[in-house]
Structure formats: C-alpha cells, structure tokens
C-alpha cells in the first residue's frame, strides 16, 4: 500500500488558509502532512492512522530556538519548514491560535507584503522600460534588432514579475482584510 | 502605507501591556504566557507567534531586556526596563482616564445603571 503521497501546493500567498484546512481534511483520512517538495510546489503527504489537526502558518526568517520554543509550549508542533522562513504547524482541534491579537496579525502581511514588493519592483520597472521603448521605438528610431531585442527582454521578465506581483498583491489583500476585521 | 507603530506613538497594544506587566519580575517566555493566563483568569492568552513578535518589538524598543541566567535549557529571560516601567505606568494612567471618561458620560446619561 502506497504510504507517501504528493499533492500540489496551490501558492500559500493565494490560499493559505485553504491549505491549512485541507490539510486537516488530509489529517483526517489518515494523510499527515510531512515536508515541502518539489521546490516548494508541493507537499509531501504520509499515511498514518486519522486524527483531528488544525494547521496554522507564521513567516519568520531566520527563526531561532526561542521561537519554535513558544510554539511547543503553546501546543503547537513544527510540522515542517522552507528555506527557515515558512514554517507550518500542527496542533490538536481546540488549541488556541497562533496570532491573538490584531496588530501582529498584520505585521505576518505586511512584512511579507514588503519583501514580495522588494523582490517585484525592480522586474516591475524593467518591464516598464523594455515595452515602453518598444512601444515608443519600434518601427521609428529603433533598428529591428532592438525592438525584438527589448521584446524578447520585455516578456523574460513577466515571468518573475508574476511569481513576485501577484504575491505581493495577494498578501496586500489580505493585509487589507485583517485591517477591516 | 505601513501603519503607524503604537509603540513609537507611545501606547501599548493589548498584548504589549500584559507581557510587560508580567515582566516587572524576570521570566523566561512559557512563563509570560502562563503568568498572563493566570493574571486574568483565562480571559487572556496570547499566541505564540504573537508573544514572540511582541516580545522582539519590546526588546528593539529597550523597554525589556534579556538577562543572563545560567538556564541549562537555554532559554532565555526577559524583564521590563526602566522606560519600560515609566511608559505601563503613563499607560495604567492613559487607560484609567479612559475608564473614568466612560463612567462620567454614562453617569450622567440615561444608560446609567444607578436608579
């Protein structure tokens, strides 16, 4: 009988909470959630016997002794890690949440809000620049080579910009959402 | 827009006022939760990832401080300062002028409980 599974990971800036359930739906078919894979696009799942988990989620880089301490004390086990920054726990239904009150509620978004728009702002404004010399360029005072050159530039770095934009603006949704509640 | 610190405006969140309450004595992080619990009989419990947030926020704001023990589990003891101190008491007085407006108004109001 098969006793590790692989499900995809549906991008936790997007539907972190409906991970976390479906993880203890998972629990509760005997399916426990053991590590990240595939670089981070999937999870690993193990057969064990069924039980009831909540799972809950906190952003901490660099997460020292301390952190993972409180955790354990409060009842919460580490289930698994990535990159020492994403840190998912387990615990048994009716364990009080990880975040309590508001304002550290929106410091987990807003922190990982501010990364993502770290990391996307500089694609943003290249993308900016290739196609808006394209669009000004081409077919005027740039030779073809250049406007297929900025082209070619241009649509290289949409595909960062999306693993980094949408992120960013997932986390800026919730971050909102936390703030009106 | 990041939103301004209530710290740096110079108040205490929910949170902050009790973690730094229990550390008018020395103690390590299990026992600010457990203290806090028992201060308000149960009505308040902070989350781990809230403690420790808070905890680092008080620290970088020197209004607690780590102290060194000989803890064999290595854990590590905080305890409020003196700003710290000085700033819960300007935050008892903050939040007991609060209660007082609150009685005046209603005193007076036909809300008021005393017949």
Redesign the interface.
């Known amino acids: 009988m098969k006793t590790v599974k692989y499900v995809y990971n549906s991008g936790l800036a997007f539907s972190e909470k409906k991970d976390m359930q479906r993880f203890s739906q998972y629990a509760k078919e005997g399916w426990f959630l053991e590590s990240f894979a595939y670089l981070g696009f999937g999870y690993k799942l193990r057969k064990g016997t069924s039980k009831e988990l909540i799972y809950?989620l906190?952003y901490?880089k660099d997460a020292d002794?301390?952190?993972f301490?409180?955790?354990e004390?409060?009842g919460?086990a580490l289930v698994c890690s990535f990159g020492n920054e994403i840190h998912i726990f387990s615990a048994p239904v009716g364990t009080?949440?990880?975040?309590?009150?508001q304002?550290?509620?929106?410091?987990?978004y807003?922190l990982e809000k501010?990364k993502m728009g770290k990391y996307a702002l500089p694609f943003f404004i290249s993308c900016c620049v290739f196609f808006l010399l394209y669009a000004v360029g081409s077919g005027t005072w740039l030779p073809l080579w250049a406007s297929n050159i900025l082209l070619v530039l241009g649509t290289i770095t949409i595909i960062p910009l999306i693993f980094t934009g949408l992120p960013y603006l997932a986390h800026w949704k919730k971050l909102n959402k936390v703030?009106k509640s | 827009m990041?939103?301004a610190d209530?710290l740096e405006m110079g108040e205490l969140?929910?949170?902050a006022y009790y973690i730094l309450l229990s550390l008018l004595e020395a103690k390590h992080?299990?026992s600010i939760?457990r203290s806090i619990e028992e201060m308000t009989s149960g009505t308040l419990?902070?989350?781990?990832?809230?403690?420790?947030?808070?905890i680092k926020k008080l620290g970088k704001a020197n209004l607690i401080k780590e102290i060194k023990t000989k803890d064999t589990q290595?854990?590590?003891t905080y305890v409020a300062t003196e700003s710290g101190i000085s700033l819960l008491k300007k935050e008892i007085q903050r939040r007991r002028d609060m209660v007082r407006h609150a009685e005046e108004i209603f005193k007076t109001s036909k809300w008021s409980d005393a017949k």
């Open positions: 809950n906190d901490r002794e301390e952190y301490h409180f955790f004390a409060a919460w009080k949440p990880i975040y309590t009150d304002p550290t509620l929106e410091e987990k807003e501010n703030r | 990041p939103r209530t969140t929910d949170s992080g299990y939760m419990s902070i989350g781990p990832a809230s403690m420790y947030t808070t290595n854990k590590k």
